[in-house]
């Protein structure tokens, strides 16, 4: 297992705003997921890329991953203000356990 | 389904006491994780088992701690004797081996020690 390192650590912005989160990992992968944490909640997934997948939608939300760089991006479109939270990435290949980063903490304004 | 549960939401005790935190996982869900989240070192996974088995300990801090899964439904953390700088959010988390790797977690368990 390995840990993914979110970047920015810190991101505010208005409403109506794009957010990108960035995740960068070290070794080879068979997918890496995406969740949020509400502050005081556990974690809620959010959405999972395949490595053989570059870009993935749900909503609002993309995903891309490029695995030549060994890096991913979410990007949430037109923020609300209900997106305020911390984003972990969890890269993983062939292991059962997952390892979260410190996230990224989001925080938009109304 | 009602997702992960975990209990009790908010413990307060006292240094040296016993402290059991439950967590029941999803139903149907063969594999769980404990996680400990503080400030200063982030989210952690202290333990996971397959199928009700140990697979991984690596992450328990120490002898004063200890979990079990005695049944698919059920599983315990426990802190004997617990200290202040156990105080954090345990959270327990659920999922299908040999499905997604996705995992559900519960809502957490906040922990003060005094």
């Known amino acids: 297992s390995q840990q993914g390192e979110e970047d920015p650590q810190a991101l505010s912005i208005q409403e109506g705003e794009n957010a990108t989160m960035n995740c960068s990992y070290k070794?080879?992968?068979?997918?890496l997921q995406w969740y949020r944490q509400n502050s005081g909640r556990g974690l809620v997934h959010l959405i999972l890329?395949?490595?053989?997948?570059r870009e993935k939608h749900s909503g609002r939300l993309r995903v891309t991953l490029d695995t030549s760089k060994k890096s991913s991006s979410l990007l949430i479109t037109a923020s609300r203000a209900a997106d305020t939270a911390s984003y972990f990435c969890?890269?993983?290949?062939?292991?059962?356990?997952?390892?979260f980063g410190t996230g990224t903490r989001l925080q938009v304004f109304p | 389904d009602a997702g992960v549960i975990q209990s009790p939401r908010h413990e307060v005790t006292e240094m040296g006491q016993e402290v059991t935190l439950r967590c029941k996982p999803i139903s149907g869900h063969n594999s769980l994780f404990w996680y400990r989240q503080t400030m200063m070192r982030g989210l952690e996974l202290l333990i996971y088992?397959?199928?009700?088995?140990?697979?991984?300990d690596s992450g328990m801090p120490e002898d004063r701690f200890s979990a079990k899964m005695p049944n698919a439904s059920f599983s315990t953390l426990k802190i004997q004797p617990s200290e202040p700088r156990d105080s954090a959010v345990y959270f327990c988390?659920?999922?299908?081996?040999?499905?997604?790797?996705?995992?559900?977690f519960g809502p957490g368990t906040r922990l003060t020690v005094l």
């Open positions: 088992f397959n199928n009700n088995v140990p697979i991984d």
């Open positions: 969890a890269p993983s290949h062939n292991t059962d356990k997952l390892i």
């Open positions: 070794t080879s992968i068979n997918n």
């Open positions: 890329i395949r490595s053989n997948e």
């Open positions: 988390a659920s999922r299908m081996v040999g499905g997604t790797d996705t995992q559900y």
